[in-house]
């Protein structure tokens, strides 16, 4: 997630605890476009308030991907006065808050991998890290690294409760199949043919 998304989140969680009710309709969109998971969602319905279950989703979403910020402000048709404060915190910031992405953010933010790193290998550490960073991304990212629809399949019936288990297979497979070719070159430009933003493999990288 930008890290202007977190911060309005971070900034709100009070008001965001105090207005929404996220098990009618947030949490099951969110669960439907894959920004959560099953057990994530058992997590968060387990809480014994309304507060709790929606701290417990702001917890969460930071750490679901490039997608999350964006679908969790479609979940909020019932909640416009919500979507429309975390919209006006996002594009007019007070002193010392984070700004929000303007045009050609995305570019500011692309920091230079060295060709050191692009040319090696990444380590089970890193991948892991990436994983978990995916969201519902991986699939995509996977399938332009080369693996077959079979091979999917498998790492989604093997790892049915954890999209991080299942992107993590499926990373491990393609490093094992490649060999020295497997190098972090090659997933970054997986990643932008999925629109992943570059951060998120720069992130799992440091």
Do not use: Y
């Amino acid at each position: 997630m930008d890290p202007a998304h977190r911060a309005v989140l971070r900034r709100n969680t009070r008001f965001l605890s105090a207005e929404l009710q996220v098990s009618d309709s947030i949490v099951p969109l969110l669960f439907q476009e894959e920004i959560l998971t099953e057990a994530q969602v058992e997590h968060i319905e387990s809480q014994t308030t309304n507060t709790r279950k929606t701290r417990r989703l702001l917890e969460l979403l930071p750490r679901r991907g490039p997608r999350a910020f964006r679908c969790f402000l479609r979940a909020l048709d019932d909640f416009s006065w919500v979507r429309d404060r975390l919209l006006l915190d996002l594009h007019t910031p007070g002193p010392g808050a984070e700004p929000g992405p303007g045009p050609g953010a995305g570019a500011a933010d692309d920091r230079q991998l060295p060709e050191s790193v692009l040319q090696r290998v990444p380590s089970d550490r890193e991948l892991s890290r990436l994983a978990s960073r995916l969201g519902a991304e991986w699939e995509l990212v996977l399938m332009d690294l080369g693996l077959s629809a079979e091979a999917l399949f498998r790492c989604r019936s093997d790892h049915g409760l954890s999209a991080h288990g299942a992107a993590l297979a499926g990373l491990v497979q393609w490093r094992r199949s490649e060999g020295r070719r497997a190098r972090v070159q090659r997933l970054l430009e997986s990643l932008q043919a999925a629109d992943v933003h570059p951060s998120v493999l720069q992130d799992a990288l440091i």
